[in-house]
């Protein structure tokens, strides 16, 4: 079993940048494939993309494509998420999760096993 501790968020004006850190405990962190999601006030629990576990893929949600980066550090049990040209629809609480070991990370919440508490994240305009 995995546990997933996030960290990194905050108020930032728009066009901001943040890097999220999620912080894995656990056996064989590099068995997991690691996604990220975000929860705005009043809606679902949006995916926001996933990485491999080795590192070597990414993918992202349409909205974030091109501002947000994920990447990894098996070697700390971690993975980071890396948001630019932060936008006022960014604001909202975003969690890191992970599926069983050895399982592809999916698009759906349901699809994963382990979730962090979650990190606010605030844009001004």
């Known amino acids: 079993q995995v546990q997933l501790v996030e960290s990194g968020g905050g108020l930032v004006q728009a066009g901001g940048s943040l890097r999220l850190s999620c912080a894995a405990s656990g056996p064989a962190f590099s068995s997991y494939a690691m996604g990220w999601f975000r929860q705005a006030p009043g809606k679902e629990r949006e995916f926001v993309g996933a990485?491999?576990?080795?590192?070597?893929?990414?993918y992202y949600a349409d909205s974030v494509k091109g501002r947000f980066t994920i990447s990894r550090d098996n070697a700390k049990n971690t993975v980071y998420l890396q948001i630019d040209k932060l936008k006022f629809d960014d604001t909202g609480v975003y969690y890191c999760a992970a599926p069983a070991a050895g399982v592809v990370a999916g698009l759906r919440p349901a699809s994963y096993n382990y979730w962090g508490q979650g990190t606010q994240v605030t844009v001004s305009s």
């Open positions: 990485i491999s576990w080795s590192g070597s893929a990414t």
